[in-house]
């Protein structure tokens, strides 16, 4: 009878299972490169769109912060612009900074409790996903 080796068993070491979300091979997991990319709303999009590029969920979340956040801060400068003007239109861009608030603590709950999944957002979502996608697809 043959007498194992010294030493460890063979097999996986001991200790804890690995867990949590799978690694992009940029070093960060889809959650947390999710929540990133809306973190700074479309600056930080703009970030992971090239940063996180080899994970396409990520790359969506990107985009789509940039399509969505962006598009709200043009239309929010333009009508606080025209608001100089024309009083009650400057409510209208108030109106949209509280809106674009509000969708950002939404997108930041959605991408971390979601694990990084891609979500649509609610009434605009379905306008803003083809865009978004076009834009992630874009970026090699």
Known sequence: MQN????????????????GQPMASSGIDKRTGALLSYL????????????????PDVKFHAAQSIVTFASLTVLEIAFNIIGAWVGFVGLIGSLL??????????????????????????????????????LANSVN
């Open 4 to 19: 194992p080796p010294p030493g460890p068993p063979p097999g996986p070491p001991p200790g804890p299972a690995p867990r």
């Open 97 to 134: 900074g509280l809106v674009q608030f509000i969708l950002w603590i939404f997108c930041l709950y959605k991408a971390w409790t979601g694990g990084g999944q891609r979500f649509a957002i609610p009434v605009i979502g379905s306008f803003i996903t083809p865009y978004a996608e076009q």
């Open 40 to 55: 700074v709303t479309w600056i930080t999009g703009i970030i992971f769109l090239f940063v996180g590029k080899s994970d």
